[in-house]
């Protein structure tokens, strides 16, 4: 899709003014703009031709896609995204599409989808309040910005995350991964390996960083059938958190759970939570 100057210009401009929590009327997007009204508003009646944007009496406003286009362009013109290519994994909170840059480096495109299913169940998990997060362009870029950052400190304490090349807007720009989730029950060359390299990953991530992931399951943690990564990170609490231990223990049982249905494998749970807050042995593993 090919946008005019005063296209992109307008759909900035309404980007900004629906961040800025200001009136989204023609004229308060001309001044965010600097643009004459006559421009500004010959491009956005071409933006609500494309369904870029819509409209509710004197004010506009921002789809999703044009959001998707307005990331995809910065990735474009930074030379990471020549073409879009197939989707990798839908899920309620994200899309993930596969990105070819021009000079034939393959990356993992994440696009979020907070409020996708229900908003309100989105600020309760993200320990989010309305007047902190009011709009849903607001929680999906605070959603991307912290899973960059938090891949980017991880990644300083263990190789089993995904590798985060940049941000912008409601995106996360990743190295693609060879693996499946393991939600699949692919074969593993070594299941009871790939177990202890998961809670090895969840004990790093604790001790040396600091973080809990909060959210742990079979549905993000991605496997080769030999090594494993861990994904999904925007939802993570410090280890200083009031419920570390009820989260940490979450996170470990369902893993572990997942093994014992999967593969055959059981540990002690208790233990191994312990173990990974630092206290203790990593408990044995026992074929069921």
């Given amino acids: 899709m090919r946008l005019r100057p005063e296209e992109w210009q307008a759909l900035r401009a309404l980007e900004k003014c629906t961040l800025g929590k200001a009136t989204t009327s023609a004229e308060s997007i001309a001044k965010v703009s600097g643009q004459p009204i006559d421009r500004v ?9 494309r369904k870029l944007i819509g409209t509710s009496g004197r004010t506009f406003e921002i789809y999703i896609s044009a959001v998707d286009l307005l990331a995809l362009k910065f990735y474009a013109d930074k030379d990471y995204a020549n073409s879009l290519g197939k989707l990798i994994a839908k899920g309620k909170e994200s899309d993930v599409y596969e990105v070819l840059s021009a000079k034939g480096d393959l990356y993992a495109l994440k696009l979020f989808r907070l ?44 190789k ?4 985060a090349v940049a941000t912008n807007r409601h995106t996360v720009l990743l190295k693609e991964l060879p693996g499946v989730r393991l939600t699949n029950r692919p074969e593993l060359v070594d299941p009871k390996k790939a177990l202890r390299e998961v809670m090895e990953t969840v004990r790093e991530a604790y001790l040396k960083a600091g973080m809990i992931n909060g959210d742990l399951s079979e549905y993000n943690i991605l496997t080769d059938g030999a090594a494993v990564w861990l994904i999904d ?8 958190h009031p419920n570390a231990k009820e989260l940490m223990k979450r996170d470990v049982g369902a893993v572990v759970r997942f093994f014992d249905r999967g593969y055959g494998l059981s540990t002690d749970i208790d233990a191994l939570t312990e173990y ?3 206290s203790g042995r990593f408990p044995a593993i026992r074929r069921v």
């Fill in 115 to 158: 409020g996708r299913t229900s908003f309100r169940d989105v600020t309760r998990k993200r320990h989010a309040s309305a007047r902190q997060f009011n709009t849903w362009l607001d929680i999906n870029y605070q959603a991307a910005h912290r899973e960059f950052n938090a891949l980017t400190r991880l990644a300083e304490v263990t």
């Fill in 160 to 163: 089993n995350v995904p590798t």
């Fill in 41 to 49: 508003n010959f491009g956005l009646n071409e933006l609500n031709k």
């Fill in 233 to 240: 990170w925007p939802q993570w609490v410090g280890k200083d």
């Fill in 276 to 278: 990974m807050m630092g």
